[in-house]
């Protein structure tokens, strides 16, 4: 869990990208990183990968890959270790937008065996690439531009902005108001489900056992070696807030302001708007072990422009649109209409036409 790959039980993957002022390993971003590793790193042609809060779009976007979150439903979570389950989505990490569409196409489908897959009709999203964005009208959410943005990742926004503008795409300036609330409400239903998805994995029934001298000692030796610090606070937050007292206090609350978030993006759409452009990240990709001494507060706001998106159940794509000024890659997000992936390939291919292609050189 979290945003940089440093909590795995087998220590952090190894971004293969380096800056260009200092060889230091770099985090390749989080949870899926090990999936946006191996693509980037031409491990493999492409890899499948789960999104609860950012974690295929953020990646993604700090390996210079193409990450695709869809629609909440539009991809099985059978065989998925469920985190949150009103919020994981399965999803494809490729090297260009028209693998991802290649292999999102391949996953998409309704399952019997697991009731959240929505049966509905899976377009041919490669077809779609050469559509354009001509016509459409691409919203600009004013929440976005947050307080400390590097002017880096605010540049390439405009370039975004610019490219889809030049494409023929309207952009016209919206409101998501309660955008502000998206982290700290995410930080209450994530661990919530976290904690109560986790609850199974007690080495009884099945996971990772501990010996202990009685059963009292086993199962606390099991939980505290079988989660690191990371999901252990997790689960602490996540049981807090559903104990009984707090349960109206906060869980309730925060599914309120979902449902507030969620109504911001209908709205949009509603008006007219056919996708929405953000960036994918607030920074590109940070040292392992750099944010040691941060509060995990510090670390949590590399979730800043994802979490809405798995907030609202909406599709979501990070395609790589540039280099920050130490030579990393930079990512800008697309969101769109639920079960509107189509839309994402072919904004997405517009941003990649425009701004090319960064494989990582190769150092290993």
């Not at 590097?150 to 309207?170: N, S, V």
Request: proline share 7%; glycine share 10%; charged share 20%.
């Amino acid at each position: 869990m979290g945003s940089s790959n440093e909590t795995s039980a087998y220590g952090p993957v190894v971004n293969p990208w380096r800056s260009s002022a200092s060889n230091a390993p770099l985090v390749p971003g989080g949870s899926s990183g090990g999936s946006a590793t191996a693509v980037a790193a031409f491990l493999c042609a492409g890899a499948t990968a789960t999104d609860t809060g950012g974690s295929i779009r953020q990646p993604a976007a700090f390996t210079g890959t193409v990450g695709v979150k869809p629609t909440y439903g539009r991809c099985s979570r059978w065989g998925m270790i469920a985190f949150a389950s009103s919020l994981d989505q399965a999803g494809p990490i490729a090297r260009d937008v028209r693998d991802a569409a290649i292999l999102l196409r391949s996953m998409a489908s309704v399952d019997p065996k697991d009731t959240t897959s929505v049966d509905v009709p899976v377009p041919d999203y490669e077809a779609a690439l050469g559509a354009g964005v001509k016509g459409l009208r691409i919203g600009i959410p004013k929440e976005y531009r947050v307080d400390g943005m590097p002017a880096e990742i605010d540049t390439l926004w405009e370039a975004g902005k610019a490219w889809l503008r030049d494409a023929g795409a309207e952009i016209v300036d919206i409101s998501l108001p309660h955008t502000k609330y998206a982290l700290p409400a995410y930080y209450i239903v994530a661990p919530a489900e976290a904690s109560s998805n986790l609850a199974r994995y007690d080495g009884v029934r099945y996971g990772l056992r501990v010996p202990g001298d009685d059963v009292v000692s086993m199962y606390e030796n099991t939980r505290a070696a079988g989660f690191g610090n990371e999901v252990k606070r997790r689960i602490m937050i996540g049981t807090y807030v559903l104990s009984a007292g707090y349960y109206d206090a906060y869980y309730l609350r925060a599914q309120r302001v979902r449902s507030l978030i969620k109504r911001d993006f209908d709205s949009a759409f509603a008006d007219g708007i056919d996708a929405i452009l953000t960036p994918a990240t607030p920074t590109a990709a940070f040292g392992i072990e750099a944010m040691a001494m941060a509060s995990p507060i510090e670390m949590y706001l590399n979730d800043i422009f994802t979490v809405t998106v798995n907030m609202a159940g909406l599709p979501g794509i990070a395609v790589p649109a540039g280099l920050s000024a130490e030579g990393l890659p930079l990512g800008l997000q697309v969101i769109g209409k639920p079960f509107d992936e189509a839309m994402l390939f072919r904004a997405g291919r517009v941003i990649e036409d425009a701004a090319g292609r960064f494989p990582a050189r190769r150092w290993w």
